[in-house]
């Protein structure tokens, strides 16, 4: 079995973005101020839009299931008070729930959180409880930039963020690290923002004893870590330079590292450094990258060619990669599966 | 011969610093500001401060040259004014001047620039003027960031740094693109900010026509550029996506990085993706990372060795990296050497 443990619902249908659109306007004209109830969507329109998409490209590259979210640029955490974010949050989820209803052996839903700039992290967990008990989602995403590129929160191991640390420990559920759309023109968004954000989240982690704190608290850090596994000499060194034990102690029983990278050395350079336990497999597909690699024929984003391609990987890493670290990883994903027999 | 375009003097007298803290006291305190002549260090400290530590490593590293500018992380361009900056520039780019008069056959001078955040590049100008005219300076550092961590200043494309290339274009040096300091708590200054600023300015590049508007204009991207060559096929996707030319056309007359990765794997990723031609040896030692990795038993800053063990890299591989793309990239110190006899 092999599961992608990054998508995003980035192909909704239209009426999502033209809902968003009148509620940033109603931010400056209240009249606008569209209902929840005003943004009507059918299953039929739910199904086709996943259908045509990313099941195919899943069929097509034989991925059998997708932890799915939100579209992680259109949180926009940035945008209006916590209100906004709590409506688009509620509105974003329950699509992805919808999606998990209707392809229950594709799609396990993962929860994009009501983050706002400047609010308590802790506004945000009754909507985290809510996709957990009543949606079964099996993770969540968690900006840890809500000013989208401005940079104005404290970092992942400030007291800030405890109280959801509380929550997903209580829940068994990981966080995945996942920035959102930067409003700051220096960074592109897909090009820089999220690199950016992945590894500062790891060494934002590497300098706090964070998870002497949460010792079963778990990170997915996207983008395959951004900077991190290339520069892994240097983190090392740093760890060790700072009087950290050493980084498999210190940081890799409770941090991991998504597959969504677009080239070949990449992932070998991935599967070379960081241990394989640690490694999860994704392909963020439909997403950054969409085009097809004119140097292999093949998209940029069939990330399951390079871990069926690397040297580096034998057959039980490649098993550990494409399931078993999932299914440890994200255990209500374990045990919603082994309810359905799989 | 073997030429190390990126080190600083990160081992300058103490003095040095000691100033420095009492510049910043007379911030809120005028009543303490220093005189630049009250800075007194002899030839010997100088001397002594570099024999000890950079020439010694470079003569047991088998390095014969460094491109040595001064302390990245002590630019801190965000404190103060742009008079701070302007006297702390002058300073310590006298500095790297003396050693590299003391020093000639080992190291040549790269500047910093008196940049404050808010304050027009165009300032910088009589600074970089001085360090190439008088003092025979082979390139600058320019920050991207000169808030420290806040990202307050346009990306690299804009017209806003236009009268900087002007002079860089003009004089035929290079920048490389460094940031400093990171007075923002969420970003560790050389495990995030660095990293993350090289990133950025790649994605700059990309996303911009600036290599049109100056095609004679070479940046440097230090520390490997930090999460781009790991990335590489997102970058060249990213860049199909938006319409640009191939990568190699579109930034690869222009953008060059240097070799400031700790570790073997890191190196033969670099070496893989990254044509030979736009890489150039530097280890930043005595920089970031100091210690020895237990590894390896060598110092994680060694970066020759990984060049010389990696198996991507030929003899006349290793020779464009050592040497002659330095002697390219950086006209005039081919120019110096060469009126050297070397």
Redesign the interface.
């Known amino acids: 079995m092999i599961i992608d443990c990054h998508g995003h619902y980035t192909t909704a249908p239209r009426q999502l973005e033209q809902w968003r659109d009148r509620q940033i306007a109603s931010l400056t004209d209240p009249a606008q101020a569209p209902a929840v109830a005003d943004l009507k969507i059918t299953d039929d329109e739910l199904r086709q839009s996943i259908a045509d998409n990313q099941l195919k490209k899943m069929q097509e590259r034989g991925i059998d299931l997708t932890i799915f979210s939100p579209r992680a640029s259109f949180m926009a955490h940035h945008i209006g008070t916590f209100e906004t974010s709590a409506t688009w949050a509620g509105i974003c989820n329950e699509l992805c729930y919808r999606v998990s209803r209707l392809f229950p052996d594709h799609f396990a839903g993962a929860a994009m959180l009501p983050q706002s700039p400047g609010v308590d992290p802790r506004t945000c967990i009754p909507e985290l409880e809510r996709c957990v008990t009543e949606y079964g989602f099996v993770a969540v995403n968690l900006n840890?930039?809500p000013s989208g590129?401005?940079?104005t929160?404290?970092?992942l191991s400030d007291r800030h963020w405890y109280p959801i640390y509380e929550k997903l420990v209580e829940h068994r559920i990981p966080a995945m690290i996942h920035a959102s759309t930067s409003c700051?023109?220096?960074?592109?968004t897909?090009?820089?923002h999220y690199?950016?954000a992945?590894?500062?989240a790891f060494?934002?982690c590497?300098?706090s004893d964070l998870f002497k704190d949460f010792p079963t608290l778990r990170f997915v850090i996207p983008?395959?870590g951004?900077?991190v596994?290339?520069?892994?000499?240097?983190?090392?060194?740093?760890a060790?330079?700072l009087d950290k034990p050493p980084l498999r102690d210190h940081l890799l029983n409770n941090i991991f590292f998504d597959t969504c990278?677009?080239?070949?050395?990449?992932i070998?350079?991935l599967a070379?450094?960081i241990p394989v336990d640690n490694i999860l497999f994704a392909s963020e597909m439909i997403g950054?990258?969409?085009?097809i690699?004119?140097?292999t024929g093949h998209p940029?984003?069939d990330t399951r060619r390079y871990i069926d391609a690397s040297p580096v990987l034998d057959r039980a890493g490649r098993d550990k990669i494409f399931e078993s670290n999932a299914r440890r990883v994200y255990p209500r994903l374990d045990e919603a599966l082994a309810a359905r027999g799989r």
């Open positions: 840890l930039d590129g401005h940079w929160s404290p970092p700051n023109p220096c960074f592109h897909l090009g820089a690199l950016n992945d590894t500062t060494m934002q590497l300098t983008h395959g951004g900077a596994p290339f520069h892994w000499g240097r983190f090392r060194g740093l060790q330079q990278i677009y080239h070949q050395p990449g070998d350079l070379r450094v950054a990258v969409r085009g690699d004119p140097e940029f984003d």
